[in-house]
């Protein structure tokens, strides 16, 4: 298939073929796309649809848990394709993602109409996440034959109020409740399909099962849930909490971030009426609380005031990320077909490379990465226990630690007191922390590492980084710690090491058990190709200087491509170098105007903009203050999305200006000159 893509103003591209992976990024990116037929083309048929969803090789999602009445259409394609839900014309299916009310609901929703409506039928949409961006402002068209996307000239989504920025911002007190306890869903389902309701979907249909006995099984297993059998033979089920408010997190590799309002809440208290049910009782929050009727009827009108309905054509397709939007169905008269498919995420291999490498990393949890806010140790001025327990109280989990920034103890202090407190379990954590340069020697590895958990007062840590690519004369513990950059006589002694023997010793930590990962700090591309030459361990991560004025494109490129994760530290840029004269005032990003002027856009600071940014380029940035206020605002940053102009001219400002850089800081302070990145 031939995709040609047709930018207002802008030159063309051509593709060859429509790949899984530019059809998933431009799902992410643009939340739902509608691929179209050319004027005067044939329209695409149920059996092209059907092959376009085989092309794309997105991963089976098994249709277990929906009200809405369906059935399986017979394709050549070895895909499912079903009737879209078949309530009766006159009846208006509220919007909703679909099965938001079972605890995995499909990422992907796809339409296609065989037969528009005579009136009416239109499939409306609304942006369900927390930030305006151009990902939801252009739905595509695509032609049949060769594929054409082009932007769309009318009606956008994105000029739209999304759902979760308004509830947040119009009922908090409601949006924090659903928050923390999730919503209780009731449904009563009849034995065989009803077709006159739009939830009418029988509970053997609903749950995939031919008998009771089964079902009750399958009920039974299913913690928190209650059922009961009503007297003329249907079934009520009140489901367990689900979550109702959502971080998305990441899809297929696409840095999403962003809270969404997903659930069916809506839907049940507009939609879930029939003979056997009553709309008003078929919601509560999860702690059984009852919801305020005001507030869901206040958000069922917004949600209507500002949804872009699209009218059906023969052979059109919606293609819909499932987790960022919402969709609707008007009324309709005459016959109408349209027809949908469901499926999951892509399937996960590739996501690390495996260019010969044996790759080792076996828990892919650390890679998926629910809260990408890190808390950074480094210079923390006052009690470092204090701060890390504050850190923790405000909600960070992730911390980066060194055995050169001296605070292990009271690191490892803080720590303890969170996990007594109860606030957070070991588990809960992901600690990090590095080995020094005086330490490069594989003997000396060990040492360091175990030196590294004694002051922690921990059994392992998450991941330890070789600190620098720079060997140092080893200085015994007893002698100085943390050792710093110069020996007993001042002095900076480079040492000849071989980094592939430094990296081995790092490889049989992770065998020890004493360090889940391994990887690497202020390495340049040439240091990881190095590393990687000799590895049986890929480096889980590489930590490196990055902000606006040192974007580092290139190396987080290849640190990417190689299968590496990437954390950036000091993303807020000069700040913490003033009070080492490594930076001046002029250098201070708080008052850049492009940074100003986003930030008052979406009513944040400057500094959440350029987290934000650092999020959205899919690095981890690793921030740290010593106020608790300013540690809450740098997490604040999940509920606005920056759109790609945004993000560019944040890019624009790089100047490849280093604060943080040996090849001029060794020479000042210690009088040896030690250039790494050049
Ligand atoms: N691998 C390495 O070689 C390396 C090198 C440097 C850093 N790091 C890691 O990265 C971490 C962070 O580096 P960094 O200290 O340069 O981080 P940063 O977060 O970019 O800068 C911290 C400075 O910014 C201020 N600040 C924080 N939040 C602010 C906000 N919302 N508004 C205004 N000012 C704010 C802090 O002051 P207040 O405390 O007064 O809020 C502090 O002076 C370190 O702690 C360390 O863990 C690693």
Known sequence: MRVTRLLEGASSETHATISQDQFVSLVAKHKALLLQCDEGSDPLSVDDFAEFMESLQLQHYEYVGGAAPRRLIPVKANVEVYTANEAPPDQLIPFHHELAQVANPPQYIFFFCDLPSETGGETAL????????????????????????????????????????????????????LKLHGARYKRTMPAEDDKESPIGRSFYNTY??????????KLNNIAGLEYEWTPDGSLTVITEPIPAVKMIEQQHGHAIYQWTFHNSVIAAFVGWQDSRNDRTQAVRFGNNDEMDQDVLGAIAKFMDDNKVSYKWKKGDVF?????????????????????????????????????????????????????????????????????VYNAIKAGYRRFDSACDYGNEVLTGKGIRRAIDDGIVKRDDLYITTKLWNTYHHPDHVPLALDRCLQDLGLDYVDEFLIHFPISMEFVSFDEKYPPEWQNMNGEMVLVKNDITATWKAMENLVASGKTRFIGLSNFNCQHIRQVLSTAKIRPTSL???????????????????????????????????????M?????????????????????KTAAQVMLRWSIQRNT??????????????????????????????????????????PGVFCEAGMGTFCPIYE
């Open 319 to 387: 293609a819909i990320n499932n987790r960022l939007v919402m969709h609707s169905r008007n009324s309709f008269t005459g016959p109408r077909r349209v027809y949908a498919s469901m499926f999951g995420d892509v399937t996960e291999i590739g996501t690390v490379k495996r260019d010969g490498v044996g790759q080792v990393i076996s828990d892919f949890s650390a890679l998926n990465v629910p809260d990408p806010t890190t808390f950074g140790m480094w210079r923390l001025g006052g009690d470092p226990s204090e701060t």
């Open 543 to 581: 930590q490196i200087e990055c902000h606006p004025h040192l974007s580092q494109s290139k190396l987080i490129r290849f640190a990417r491509d190689s299968g590496i994760r990437v954390s950036a530290f000091s993303p807020l840029g000069g700040t913490s170098y003033i009070s080492l004269d």
């Open 208 to 217: 995939q099962v031919t008998s009771k006995d089964d079902l009750e099984k």
């Open 620 to 661: 981890l940035p690793i921030s740290k203050s010593s106020s608790l206020g300013r540690m809450q605002e740098n997490r604040a940053i999940f509920d606005f999305y920056l759109t790609k102009e945004e993000m560019d001219a944040i890019d624009s400002l790089n100047k490849s200006r280093r604060y943080n850089d």
């Open 126 to 177: 609304i942006d369900s996440t927390s930030g305006v961006c151009d990902c939801s402002k252009y739905l595509y068209y695509v032609a049949a034959s060769s594929i054409l996307i082009h932007m769309c000239s009318h009606d956008t989504i994105g000029d739209k109020i999304p759902v979760y920025r308004y509830v947040a911002d119009h009922h908090p007190e409601f949006m924090e409740k």
């Open 583 to 603: 930076a001046t005032g002029d250098d201070l990003l708080f008052e850049n105007p492009s940074v100003v002027g986003i930030s008052k856009r979406y009513n």
